[in-house]
């Protein structure tokens, strides 16, 4: 028997539960404009390639405090590296990225202004994304084909954009953080396997000379370990094993 104080339409055999706690948002849906094809694009964090390969990325930046570092560090050990650039900050100081455009490295967009794309809507972040295309495309002689979310957060707004300009999204299997370093390149060396995708950062709050150190080691590590260096495209399109198998 419902009392006086029951929720306003509940009726017999209409048992009221508490609600659900939804304290986040679903992800958004999207309907694209214009370009109706455009909805789908490839996403992964790691690859399976059948050889010994590995992927460094490095975001976050330019800056003209790590990024120099970071490319006399990879060219020392002779790697190639994938940057996920901030277009506004490679517009404040294009010199470091333009001096390495020729070194192998690859280049990718990481938006404009370091937005979290699940915040804003298909256009805004179209805008972000074109914008950071064209400018590191000016800057490296090569349009960018990868786009990495910052913070790993992308919706269908975002995943539309990315169709769009033609991209892949690439997340990551492993992340060196500034915090810990040390620790996080020994849980890396010993956890990456062959199609690994490492995450670490020459912009932002994260960089500083312990994690550039620790880098260091990590790459030395891994080619102590037999593995080789490649940009996250060479690598996703690496002969692999079973498609979606990460090798034993
Ligand atoms: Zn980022």
Request: proline residues 7%.
């Amino acid at each position: 028997m419902l009392g006086a104080g029951s929720v306003a339409g509940a009726g017999i055999g209409f048992v009221s539960e508490p609600a659900v706690a939804t304290e986040s948002p679903t992800a958004r849906t999207s309907t694209p404009g214009g370009k109706t094809a455009a909805y789908r694009v490839d996403v992964a964090f790691r690859a399976a390639p059948s050889e010994k390969l590995i992927a460094l990325t490095i975001d976050d930046g330019p800056t003209a405090q790590w990024t120099p570092k970071v490319l006399s560090l990879l060219q020392r050990r002779g790697v190639v590296a994938t940057f996920f650039l901030v277009g506004k900050r490679l517009a404040a100081d294009p010199t470091p990225t333009a001096r390495a455009a020729d070194s192998g490295h690859a280049f990718a967009n990481h938006t404009w202004s370091h937005t979290d794309v699940t915040h804003r809507d298909e256009a805004f972040i179209y805008d972000s994304l074109e914008r950071t295309h064209a400018l590191v495309e000016r800057v490296t002689g090569r349009a960018p084909s990868l786009f990495r979310p910052p913070y790993g957060r992308i919706d269908s707004p975002g995943i539309a954009a990315c169709a769009r300009l033609g991209y892949d999204v690439a997340l990551w299997s492993d992340h060196v953080t500034g915090s810990n370093p040390s620790g996080d390149v020994d849980t890396t060396l010993r956890q990456a396997s062959a199609g690994s995708i490492v995450l670490a950062h020459d912009g932002g709050p994260e960089p500083n000379d312990r994690l550039m150190t620790q880098l260091d080691r990590l790459v030395g590590g891994l080619l102590d370990d037999g593995y080789r260096f490649t940009t996250v495209s060479q690598l996703l399109a690496a002969p692999g094993v079973t498609p979606g198998a990460i090798p034993r």
